[in-house]
């Protein structure tokens, strides 16, 4: 079966080792519901933000907590979002897959004032989380995972991304 | 390229990315340079260190998943200081995972697991401390609870195009309780062909709303 690192595989994928920490903040998030269906959306969201402020931190791309959807336990309760705040930059949208999926679902409540999705691939068995690409508004609510781009152009894209005008959440 | 060459390639890219002396626009673009050529030997390390053996038990991974965190955020903030001279990429990742693992092993909270992340700031902050403070009943009850209460009315006033049927109180209990789709619930409110507004609507309320319900519930 074509999984989705088979058809990625001539772009640059970044695999992060998702370690104690980054689950035992998935626990704590999704422990939250009685909802095995929210607490099980809420746990992946969390960790592929988590998985993404990780690459950004490496690669010094500024994020904000604060202002993280996707870690506002507020806000997860009303959405399905991972979203992570980029300083200077916008709401990014990090949505997960599991690794026999071929589609990335993208809720419609999330896209107002989205700067963009990235794609991340959750390997629970093997402890670690792919970053597959990026794309930067979608049609669907499914996103065939063929249709992500490489992080390559979505660094050009948040260079040339001009500061958001007003930024609330 | 190789890896060398990616290494070598960040290397120079981050070492100017420092140089104080460039105008704002070199700057900018030295910055996205540098998270370029970054990414790429980010990319490139991790297929390499994907492909070495793990270890098995699970006391021993919590260790290796952290520590091979520790090594890659520690060689993308230093990779100026990479000397090839000196041996290869791989050679100085490993060591750094190593010397990372004794240290991880050492520092290891055994019997709680920690749940702290690193900020961009370079501050440690406690996610969970922050935004789920221990609560019975559950959070997402007492939300859900305050939201059918809504003792201010402020919910029940906030009307989608003015129809008092579909104020944000009654979507959001759609929405969460009931997990009805977009479409259901604009054809509950016979809102028109489109849902896009409504959704538009509901994400509004819910940024708009946010502070209210913490500070309602949490403080």
């Not at chain 2, 000397?83 to 004794?102: A, D, H, T, Y």
Request: net charge negative; glycine share 4%; hydrophobic share 40%.
């Amino acid at each position: 079966m074509e999984t989705a690192m088979d058809f990625q595989k001539s772009k640059y994928l970044i695999t992060i080792p998702i370690d104690g920490k980054m689950l035992a903040s998935a626990e704590k998030f999704s422990s939250q519901y009685y909802n095995y269906t929210k607490a099980r959306q809420v746990y992946l969201n969390t960790l592929a933000v988590l998985v993404v402020d990780f690459y950004f931190q490496c690669i010094d791309i500024k994020t904000d907590i604060a202002q993280s959807s996707g870690l506002n336990n507020i806000l997860n309760s009303l959405m399905n979002t991972a979203g992570l705040f980029i300083k200077d930059k916008g709401l990014l949208e990090c949505r997960p897959v599991l690794p026999t999926e071929k589609f990335c679902y993208i809720p419609k409540e999330i896209r107002e004032d989205c700067i963009g999705y990235i794609g991340v691939e959750i390997n629970e068995l093997e402890s670690k989380a792919i970053i597959l690409g990026f794309i930067k508004s979608v049609e669907d609510e499914k996103l065939p995972l063929t249709d992500l781009e490489p992080l390559e152009d979505f660094l050009f894209y948040l260079h040339k991304l001009e500061k958001p005008k007003f930024i609330e959440l | 390229m190789t890896l060398e060459e990616l290494a070598i390639l960040a290397k120079q890219a981050v070492i100017k990315a420092k140089d104080t002396s460039l105008n704002e626009e070199a700057r900018i673009q030295a910055l996205l340079d540098k998270q370029l050529a970054l990414t790429k030997l980010f990319a490139e390390l991790t297929n390499k260190i994907d492909n070495l053996p793990k270890p098995q038990t699970d006391a021993s991974k919590y260790i290796y998943e952290e520590a091979l965190q520790e090594t890659y955020l520690y060689i993308c903030k230093n990779i100026d200081r990479y000397q090839p001279e000196k041996g290869s990429i791989m050679g100085w990742f490993v060591f750094i995972l190593k010397m990372r693992k004794i240290t991880a092993f050492n520092l290891i909270n055994w019997g709680i697991m920690s749940t702290y992340t690193y900020t961009n700031d370079g501050v440690e902050l406690d996610l969970c401390d922050i935004y789920t403070p221990d609560a019975n009943p559950l959070p997402s009850e007492k939300l859900l609870a305050f939201i059918k209460e809504d003792p201010e009315g402020l919910l029940q006033r906030a009307l989608f195009n003015n129809n008092a049927n579909a104020n944000f109180q009654a979507i959001l209990l759609k929405k969460i309780e009931e997990d009805k789709s977009w479409e259901e619930i604009a054809q509950e409110f016979k809102s028109g062909a489109t849902h896009g507004p409504l959704y538009s609507f509901y994400t509004r309320c819910c940024k708009k709303f946010s502070p209210y319900f913490t500070k309602y519930l949490f403080e």
